[in-house]
């Protein structure tokens, strides 16, 4: 019993890791430059979708630990992408324990109001370094999360359970 426990949590893990890094390729993946506004926040929602399924396997070191790791994949202030996504794991965590239970357009409202809660934290750091102008990414960013999060759901949920059916 307890071994089966073990190998359930590294298939878990294991799923967590692969779509991160995933996520992290989509994320630095290089686009041309008419799609410069398409950069929706990959490794956050993905995070989020293993969060809010999986919370005894999940923590906020998980995200702090990829948020840092983001940090040093895009070049931007180390520590900047671990506090937004450990504030992020923070909220959900606190405030939003039956997301899951939540139908689909409420939890795109969800995500709506978590990306524009770490737009407005990015601009702020941005602020504090130098960097006070207002980029149009921001709401295209907010925009874009919001609208593949039941796409980024349905396909971590098939893949998911996909994995889960081969495993056994």
């Known amino acids: ?12 893990i294991l799923n967590v ?4 890094f995933f996520g992290m390729l989509l994320t630095i993946l290089p686009l041309p430059h008419s799609l410069f506004w398409f950069y929706p926040s990959w490794v956050l ?8 399924f999986f919370p005894s396997y999940i923590n906020l070191f998980t995200f702090w630990l990829a948020g840092l790791l983001m940090d040093l994949l ?12 450990l504030s992020t794991a923070y909220i959900i965590m606190r405030f939003f324990d039956r997301f899951a239970c939540f139908v689909m357009w409420r939890q795109s409202l969800l995500i709506l109001l978590l990306t524009t809660i770490n ?50």
């Open 1 to 12: 019993m307890m071994q089966e426990k073990h190998h359930y949590y590294i298939k878990i």
């Open 17 to 20: 890791v692969i779509t991160v």
């Open 45 to 52: 929602m993905i995070l989020i979708f293993w969060l809010i």
């Open 74 to 85: 895009t070049g931007v202030l180390i520590g900047q992408t671990a506090f937004i996504f």
């Open 119 to 168: 737009m407005f934290f990015t601009y702020c750091i941005n602020a504090l370094t130098g960097d006070a102008s207002f980029h149009a990414t921001y709401l295209s960013t907010i925009l874009l999360n919001t609208l593949l999060w039941p796409v980024i759901f349905f396909c971590l949920t098939h893949f998911y359970r996909s994995l889960i059916k081969h495993n056994k």
